[in-house]
C-alpha cells in the first residue's frame, strides 16, 4: 500500500494549512460569538480555488483529486469548522451531485459559478420530520406540465441564508414512496421561497443554518435532476461522498485540538514540571493521537476509493462514525487537559468540543452509518 502524499497533495495541505492560521484563526472567536457567517473568508477560500476543488477546469473547478480535498478539510477544520461545512456542502453535496448527474444546460448555468465561488450551494433534504428517515418527504412537487409546483418546508439546511443556488428534494407521486422523489434546482429569487430566521447552535455558529420555506414556487422542469424519480436515488449517492467531507471536518476538529493540548502540555507546568511530563497527560495524549491517525487513514481510504472510481459507501459511513467519535471524544479530554483555561474561549478548545458534536448527527447521524456499514457486511 502507497501512503505517501504526491507534491501537488502537499501543496494543497500547506496553503490550506496557511489559509486556515493566518486568516482564519485571528477572528474565529469573535465569528462564533457573534454567529457571525464568514463572508469575506469565504471569498478568500474560492480564490483559492477551493470551492470547488474537485470539479473539471473546463467547469470552473480545480480538477483536484478527493485525497486533496479531504487534506484541505483538516486543515481548514482544525480551525473553523464554520468555514469547512460552508466548504463541504458546495464540493461535496451541490457541486459533486450537479457534475455527476446534471444535464450540460445545468452544468453551465449552475456548475460553473458554484465551482468558482460565485456562488454558494445548499443541499436540501431534512425536513421537521424527515431527518434520519430521508423517505418520509413532505415537501410536494406537483407535475404542472412544463413545471413543478412546490410547497413545503425544509429544516437544518446550511447555507440556508447564503447560497443562491438550492438543491432540493421533494415528493411529486406519493404512491411510489421514496421512488416518486425528486431533485430540483430551486434559485433564490424564484418566487414564493422564503428563508427562515438563522439557528441559534451549540456549535459551528459561524455557519448559517436555516429553515426554508416554499410556498407555490414554480420550478422548471429543465430543473430537475436526472429521470422523474431520481431523487432520493441522488441524495443517498450524493451524501455518501459528502460524509467523506464530514468525516474529514471530524479528523480535523480533532487533530487541532490535539495540537493545542500538545503546545499547551509543554508551557503549562505543575509539581514543578510541564504537564507533558506526567502520565496521566502523556497517556491521554497518546490515546488522542492513535485515535486521530486511525481516522486519518479511515479518511483517506474512503477518499481513494471514490478517486478510482470504486464502490465508498462503506468506507465513508466508516470514516464519519469513527472520526465523527474520536472527535467528541477528544475534544473533551483536550478541554480536560487544558483544565479552567479549557473551559474559556481564549484557548479554543471549548469552541472545538462544541463544534465536535454536529459531525456525530449531520450528514447521516452515527446510528444512520451502523445501519449502512452492518448492511453492507452482511452482504458481504
Known sequence: MHFELTEEQLAVKKAAREFAQNVLKPGVIERDERQ??????????????????????EYGGSGMDTISYVLAMEEISKVDASVSVCMSVNNSLVCW???????????????????????????CLSEPEAG?????QRTTAV????????????NWIT????ASIYLVMAQTNSELKH????????????????????????????????????????????????????????????????????????????????????????????FGKEISQHQAIAFKLADMATDIEAARLLVYKAAALKDEGKNYDCASAMAKLFASTAAMKHTVEAVQIHG???YVKEYHVERLMRDAKITQIYEGTSEVQKIVISRSVLTD
Open 143 to 154: 407535475d404542472m406540465g412544463d413545471y413543478y409546483l412546490v410547497n413545503g418546508t425544509k
Open 159 to 162: 447555507n440556508g441564508s447564503s
Open 36 to 57: 457571525k457567517f464568514p463572508a469575506e473568508e469565504i471569498k478568500q477560500l474560492a480564490e483559492l480555488g477551493f470551492l470547488g476543488m474537485m470539479v473539471a477546469p
Open 179 to 270: 421512488k416518486g422523489i425528486n431533485c430540483l434546482i430551486i434559485e433564490r429569487d424564484m418566487e414564493g421561497f422564503s428563508v427562515g430566521p438563522k439557528e441559534n447552535k451549540m456549535g459551528i455558529r459561524g455557519s448559517d443554518t436555516h429553515t426554508l420555506m416554499f410556498q407555490d414556487v414554480k420550478v422548471p422542469k429543465t430543473h430537475r435532476i436526472g429521470d422523474d424519480g431520481f431523487g432520493f436515488t441522488f441524495a443517498m449517492k450524493t451524501l455518501s461522498g459528502g460524509r467523506i467531507g464530514i468525516a474529514a471536518q471530524a479528523l480535523g476538529i480533532a487533530a487541532g485540538a490535539l495540537e493545542l493540548s500538545i503546545a499547551y502540555s509543554k508551557e503549562r507546568k505543575a
Open 97 to 123: 451531485g450537479l457534475e455527476k448527474f446534471g444535464t450540460e444546460e445545468q452544468k453551465q448555468k449552475f456548475l460553473v459559478p458554484l465551482a468558482k465561488g460565485e456562488k454558494i450551494g445548499a443541499f
Open 132 to 136: 434520519s428517515d430521508a423517505t418520509s
Open 340 to 342: 479552567g483555561y479549557g
